[in-house]
């Protein structure tokens, strides 16, 4: 997957000449499930010409409850994320949560990926750009579209100019989120490709119980609106038994029916491509 030459050269392609995914779990277990799901979806990709981003957080800093899972600890995460880059060849995306996170995950991984509730961080937005790293900003779910403008140019005015903005939902009520497909047309307005989090804009937090609940019969429906609306990324969270993920199984994708959904929507994505260029 990685023929076009370095991690940075394969990200530069990413959306310019068909869909590409990033996927991985919720968060790092262990290295014999990130092995088992990066070993499976790299072949998966490879067979149907996808550019693969693996994802992984490597600690969880945003939990419902105290009580929640948040990891097996930084280092140890880290370290297992930076055996996948190297074991398979893949660029691997992670979450940070504050400035001084920044420098420390940039020695693991190709992809610092800010939290949807940190969009407007400044602090943590420029400590991303200055480790020259890719950087996908996840919208608020209090933003609009348009705002993001803001958050790319916190990254952009050091330099930085690899950028992602990724669509995950807006906050529905107290316990429902809705995607707004408005949204990819007027992120990629401002000059960058636009990704959409299909498992994550299914997720219904808040929930009485303390542990986030979700929709996933609808991550199909959510992933084809996606790619009509022009989405270059398919951003999803998979697990071989998502009852027992220890973070955000409500609404992950059974990692056995991950070739359906690729099927699917690559052949969509070569239809809303020929109709662009038929256009233009």
């Known amino acids: 997957m990685l023929s076009i030459g370095t991690y940075d050269d394969v990200l530069k392609e990413a959306g310019r000449s068909g869909m590409f995914l990033i996927a991985g779990p919720c968060v790092v277990e262990s290295e014999d499930l990130c092995q088992e799901i990066a070993e499976r979806v790299q072949l998966l990709c490879a067979e149907r010409n996808l550019l693969y981003v693996f994802k992984a957080s490597y600690r969880k800093a945003n939990r419902s409850s105290a009580s929640s899972f948040t990891g097996i600890g930084d280092h140890e995460a880290l370290g297992i994320l930076g055996h996948i880059r190297e074991r398979y060849r893949l660029p691997v995306l992670t979450d940070i949560h504050d400035a001084q996170e ?3 995950a940039a020695n693991h991984v190709d992809v610092l990926q800010i939290p949807a509730f940190l969009a407007r961080q400044t602090d943590l937005l420029e400590a991303a750009a200055r480790t020259g790293r890719w950087v996908n900003i996840k919208k608020g779910q209090f933003m609009s579209a348009s705002s993001m403008k803001f958050a ?13 903005l990724t669509e995950r939902g807006t906050q529905f009520g107290y316990h429902d989120l809705i995607v707004d497909f408005r949204s990819i047309p007027r992120m990629q307005s401002l000059g960058y490709p636009v990704v959409v989090d299909i498992t994550h804009s299914l997720q219904q937090p808040n929930q009485d119980s303390g542990v986030t609940a979700g929709t996933p019969e609808f991550i199909e429906t959510i992933g084809k609106a996606a790619i009509v609306c022009g989405a270059q990324g398919i951003f999803l969270e998979t697990h071989p038994n998502p009852s027992r993920a220890l973070s955000d199984g409500a609404n992950m994708l059974p990692l056995n029916q991950l070739p359906h959904l690729l099927d699917r929507l690559i052949a969509l994505d070569q239809t809303v491509r020929s109709f662009a260029t038929e256009e233009s």
């Open 102 to 104: 920044a420098s420390l």
């Open 152 to 164: 790319a140019e916190k990254i952009e005015r050091l330099g930085n100019k690899q950028i992602w």
